[in-house]
Every structure is written in C-alpha cells, then in structure tokens.
C-alpha cells in the first residue's frame, strides 16, 4: 500500500513516500509565500498525484495551508513515529528545525511519552544558524568543517539573535581577532547549551537520535555529543522524519479504516 | 556650580550640563566603537556654546552601559537610579516608569524622592527594544524616524504572533510579498511590543501616575499602542531620550555636595548572616591610602582606589564584600597564624574587623 506524509516547516515543504514500509521517494522544496503551491510543487517532485490525497497525512507548522488534505496530525506524534521507524532503539529525539526545536521521549513501544520544545524565538534554532552563516560570510557548511578545527572557544552569552551577532562581531574585531573556528564553535556551543536545556527537561535517555535540518550540520553534532556524553544517531536525510512519521501514520489510518 | 551627566547607552550617548538644577546644555550623539573617545567627544560637544571648558565641570556621574569607560567621570551610577531620580526632576508624582532603550527594556517603580524601589528588566531578547525597530525599519524601507507616523495611519492590523527579532523580520517580509501596507504591518508590530511592556509593567505592578523614558518614548506609534495597551496616559518629558542623563547630573549635584563629609566617614563592608556579623570597617579619616594592607592579606581582600577623583583609601573588594566569612578567618586567628595581618600592618588604625 502506498502512503503519503506530507511536512509542512517554516522553511521547506517535505514529502515521503511509502510503499509497504519502504521509502519509494521524497522531495524538499522551499515553503515561500504560498504554501499550498510548494506542497502540490513537492508532491509532483516525489512522483504522487493528488488523487491519492486519502491516504495523506499532513503535519508541521504550515498545516493550515495544506486544505486539499483531510487527515492531519501533530509534528511529535509524526516525529516519534518516523525516528522510531529509523532507529527502533531510539528513546530520545531531538529535532532541530529552522524556527524551532523539539525534544521528544519515547517509551519501550516507541510512543510518545514526553515532549518539550522552543519555539518562541529564533535563538538555538536552525535560523540563527543561517543568519551567523551570513554573519561570517560563508555557508553553512563550510562553517561546519571549520568548527571541527577550534582550538577553543569564545563564549557567547546572549540569548537574543539580535545581540549574539554583535557579540560575534566584537569577536571578529577583538585584538588579536579570535580565529574563525573558534567562534563558529562558540557559536554552535551556545545553540547546543539552548538544546541541552530541554533535552534536561525530558530527562536525557541512550539512544539518542538527532533530526531535523540542523542535523547536517556535523560541527554542531559533534559538539552536541560532547556535551551529552554519548555518540548520537543522524538519518540520511533528517530533514524528512516527520513527514516519514505521517506517512506511517497515513498507512495505520487506512488499516484502521480513518479517512477524517 | 557646573555638574554634568552622560549616559552611554548601546545605541546612543547623551549628555547633559546643569547649572542649579537648569539644563544648559544636552546632546544626544550615536555611541561609536570606542567608549572612551565617545564619551570625550560627547562631552566637548556638550560644551560647546556654553563657554565652558571641561575643567569648568565640578562634578561628574556616568551613567548606562559604557558608564565605566568614562576617563572624567567622578562616579558611576546604574541607569536605572539615574532614570527613576530623573523623571522625578520633571514629575515628581510619577511611580512608574517603563524605559525603552536601544538594546533593553525595563519597567521601574519608584517613590517620591525619585529612588528605586523595584525593576524588572529584558536585556536577554531584543524584541520590544529600539534594535528591534531598527531592524523593521530597515525592513520595511523607512527611516527610523518615520515609523512611528506610519504606524498611526494604519486601517486594518495584521496580529504579530511573536516579538522575536528575526522571526518578526521574516514574518515582515512575507506580509510585504503578499502586499499588506506598510503602517498595517508595524501597527502590528507596535501592538505585539506593547503587549510584551505591558506584561513587564505588570510584575512591578502598574500605577496612575506613569511615564515612558529612553529613545522609543519619542516613537508616537509606540507610545499610542502602549497607552492603549496599558489604558493610561503617560506622562512624557521634553525629550524622554535624555532623562537617564539628566537624573546622573542630578545625582552629580546631590553627590558633590555630600562628598566632603563622607570622606572622613567610616565605612563598613559585609554582611550578617545566621553565624554572626562579618563587618570591615574602614576609618576614612585614618587611612591615607598607604596600601600596606593588599600584600599581607593572604586572599587579596583589600584594594587602593581613587574613588569618584578623591583621595586614594583603602577598600575591600567587590569579589570578596558577600563571602568574607567563607575566605577570612577573622583578625584574631589570622594573627596567630601569620604574625602579620591587614590591622597588625595599618600604621594608622583605620582598619576593624567585627569578628
């Protein structure tokens, strides 16, 4: 059977495709100013019509644009559904997305049990990253490898995107200047303290799974691991768990006879 | 007598001169990357027209967050004091004060005399601060000082949802993509702020008497939403960006006249806790500032200054005033131990320790 889990962030559009429990296809395309038209854009990418639209389930912040489909189900329930299908031994999630970050816990069947999330403002989320990107004039990624390569690190104390990236600036001017790598660790050192603070919430349990569009970045996961003591688990593509997770659910739907 | 006050905010640096409590002289310039040259060149700008040199300046309290890198200044004094102390100078009656600056935003109660009583401040997020506005201005292609008259001519509010800088930003530029105007946009904006003052207000609890101070006090939008928001009508100085300065002359004035007699005053750093009373006392007349006293003490409790331009004394320091129990034995087991402590070693007898 054929399901569709469609994730509408605040920044990209995913869709997966399930057939008989295996990913058949998937497609990431960016949100823009109009939702409904990227979701029908990502849906065409991962090779579905509409017509299968009831056997969907759609999730993620954006939701409300997605009208044409009829089941829709909360981002946690679909994130612990999709890390669960991944990695069968995770019991901790974290999900960094571009405007927000959710922790999940599961219990010993996978569901959810516990959740904390921030997303009230941009500091520790997928946003701040990009715009220190900006900052330091260089992309995301290479600003991953670099991290890699501090010797120490400046610390950053603002919450406050707004005042962190004057904080940076002072650094870059700083005589001597603080060497690039080094604050791009700084930099991913106070986003992991953000994280740290609600994976404390929900009480930290092995194994650890990190998804979301924050996950590729390997300088961040690298020090997350540091700070929470134990390797971590990425997908492939950690952008797509949740829609992964309606997916699945969209399938449990259909078994159970759920159209609404 | 000539007494000045500067505030070196993030964004801007006032400055004020008093003449028997009139104002002669105020300017409000931007804070540059250096503390020290800006706080000179606010100064001498000041001081210009009114045939005065900086000599002339009897007293002087620095004030906001540069406050310590002012060469010239004779006291340093928190914002916070200096914008309750003044606003009483212009209403006396006021008890209220919300102070929106550059990079913070705080709710203050004070009493008749102008003295704190109570302070909540936002210094952690940027939203409901003047970068915040900068940002959206910068946004929505309008010069700072035009955003407070675009936000009165709007027709339909679009409801903002966050005061996060950056999410406020993108949600800003959606809005504009989908062709809502312009004032709609920062009305919403301005609602979502005064909502989050409001709030602030509310923890130290709001009364009639009510005043907006700092830069975005002079931002009409702002203050029409917060008075809508709050349901009282502010009262607002002559040019609320300047009442942080003003207050720190004021405190100059007051402080310079005190100032003799304190000198030859006994001071007393420490603390009671339930184990006993842990004072330092220090004799202002005695000491001479010989300091005799920094080497002996094995945990480095007392220090030389030249506090406020006077004579140099002997104080105990900042780090150790809230834990002396913890790290000092006391006079008399000290004594016993090393045959030489701060009293044994002070020709002058200026220093007592209480246990």
Not at chain 2, 35 to 58: C, D, F, I, P, W
Request: contains cysteine; hydrophobic residues 40%; neutral net charge.
């Amino acid at each position: 059977m054929k399901t569709i889990g469609i994730d509408a962030g605040s920044l990209n559009i995913k869709v997966v495709v399930l057939d008989d429990n295996k990913i058949t296809g998937y497609s990431i395309v960016p949100a823009g100013d109009d939702g409904t038209a990227s979701a029908k854009q990502a849906l065409e990418n991962a090779l579905v019509l509409q017509g299968d639209a009831c056997k969907t389930v759609a999730t993620g912040i954006g939701v409300k644009l997605l009208t044409f489909v009829p089941q829709q189900k909360s981002i946690t329930t679909c994130l612990a559904r999709g890390v669960r299908f991944l990695f069968p031994s995770v019991k901790l999630s974290i999900d960094m997305g571009a405007e927000s970050t959710t922790v999940i816990k599961l219990n010993d069947k996978g569901r959810l049990a516990d959740w904390a999330n921030h997303d009230k403002c941009a500091s520790g989320t997928g946003l701040f990253l990009q715009q220190m990107a900006k900052l330091m004039a260089m992309p995301i990624a290479e600003m991953s490898h670099l991290s890699l390569k501090a010797q120490s690190r400046p610390e950053i104390t603002s919450t406050c995107a707004v005042f962190a990236e004057s904080e940076v600036i002072s650094y870059v001017h700083r005589m001597p200047p603080t060497p690039m790598p080094d604050i791009a660790a700084g930099i991913y050192y106070s986003v992991v303290s953000r994280v740290m603070s609600l994976c404390k919430r929900v009480g930290i349990e092995k194994d650890i799974a990190v998804t979301g569009g924050v996950a590729l970045n390997t300088g961040l996961v690298t020090i997350l691991e540091k700070e929470i003591g134990t390797k971590v688990m990425v997908p492939e593509v950690p952008q797509i768990v949740a829609a992964l997770g309606a997916a699945i659910i969209a399938g449990e739907n259909a078994q159970k006879g759920i159209t609404q | 007598m000539i007494f000045a006050g500067i505030d070196i905010g993030s964004r801007g640096t006032k400055t004020v001169i008093m003449k028997d409590h009139e104002i002669i002289a105020s300017t409000i310039l931007d804070t540059g990357p250096e503390s020290v040259k800006t706080a000179y060149g606010a100064m001498y700008a000041t001081l210009q027209g009114t045939g005065l040199q900086l000599e002339n300046v009897n007293y002087t309290v620095a004030t906001g967050y540069g406050r310590v890198l002012v060469p010239f200044a004779n006291e340093n004094i928190s914002e916070i004091s200096c914008h309750a102390r003044g606003i009483n100078y212009y209403y006396p009656a006021v008890r209220t004060i919300l102070d929106m600056g550059g990079q913070d935003c705080k709710a203050i109660r004070c009493d008749a005399e102008g003295h704190v009583t109570n302070f909540v401040m936002n210094d952690k997020c940027a939203g409901g601060t003047g970068r915040f506005l900068e940002m959206i201005a910068d946004v929505l292609g309008l010069p700072l000082m035009e955003i407070g008259e675009t936000a009165l001519q709007s027709q339909n509010i679009i409801p903002f949802n966050t005061v996060c800088a950056v999410f406020a930003k993108s949600e800003a530029i959606a809005y504009l993509r989908q062709g809502v105007s312009r004032s709609d946009i920062m009305a919403g904006l301005n609602e979502a702020i005064a909502v989050r003052c409001l709030n602030l207000l509310k923890k130290v609890s709001i009364e009639k008497e009510f005043s907006i101070t700092g830069g975005i006090a002079k931002n009409k939008g702002m203050v029409a939403k917060i008075k809508e928001k709050v349901g009282l009508e502010p009262l607002l100085a002559k040019d609320p960006q300047l009442i942080g300065a003003i207050g720190a002359a004021l405190f100059a004035c007051e402080n310079f006249e005190g100032k003799e007699s304190e000198d030859n005053g006994k001071v007393q750093y420490g603390y009671i806790d339930g184990s006993g009373e842990y004072f330092i006392t220090i004799d202002l007349a005695k000491c001479d500032g010989c300091g005799q006293c920094i080497p002996v003490c094995p945990y480095t409790v007392f220090e030389v200054t030249r506090e406020d331009g006077r004579k140099p004394k002997a104080r105990v320091t900042e780090s150790t005033r809230k834990r002396l129990s913890y790290i000092c034995p006391g006079h008399a087991v000290c004594l016993k131990a090393r045959r030489s402590n701060c009293r044994s070693v002070c020709t002058k007898d200026a220093i007592n320790l209480s246990w």
